[in-house]
């Protein structure tokens, strides 16, 4: 795989290893990043921003189902920055390694990652639409590490 410039939030810092044995292939963070920068699609990108979702900005409208899935894999919390218009942008607090897989489709936004409220499945997962796609992009990520379906 041809490796990316990682220009996420934390990157430098994120050498957080996986909680759950399962995913004993994924070194860190940045591993992971690589390989759902291959996985982002369209389909995964929150409806509300769809139209401006491109190859070019891979990361727009994945927040919430990728910090989710990186919990999943590494542990820890999820937090939200609140943004205009009431949505919450997700990131990662996994110790204290704080770090937002997600933070280029911002581009030059300085965005603050303390003092955030810690957001939860059963508040983001209660639309359909967001667990679907959280559920889409984890199934994908298991194919793409050969874990059986029976696993997920």
């Not at 995913?23 to 509300?48: G, H, N, Q, V």
């Not at 990662?92 to 937002?100: H, K, L």
């Not at 810690?118 to 508040?123: I, P």
Request: proline content about 4%; some cysteine.
């Amino acid at each position: 795989m041809a490796e990316r410039t990682r220009g996420f939030y934390g990157a430098a810092r994120a050498d957080v290893p996986p909680a759950d044995k399962r995913f004993s292939m994924i070194k860190d963070p940045r591993e992971l990043y690589d390989i759902l920068c291959e996985l982002w699609c369209e389909y995964t990108c929150a409806p509300r921003l769809r139209e401006g979702w491109s190859c070019d900005n891979v990361t727009l409208g994945q927040c919430s189902i990728t910090a989710f899935l990186v919990q999943d894999i590494f542990g820890g919390k999820v937090y939200g920055i609140l943004r205009s218009g009431g949505n919450y942008h997700c990131y990662n607090v996994v110790g204290d390694c704080v770090f937002d897989l997600t933070s280029e489709q911002f581009g030059d936004e300085v965005l603050c990652y303390e003092g955030n409220p810690e957001q939860t499945r059963e508040v983001h997962f209660a639309k359909t639409e967001k667990r679907e796609r959280y559920e889409y992009l984890r199934r994908a990520l298991f194919e793409r590490l050969g874990i059986p379906e029976s696993n997920i």
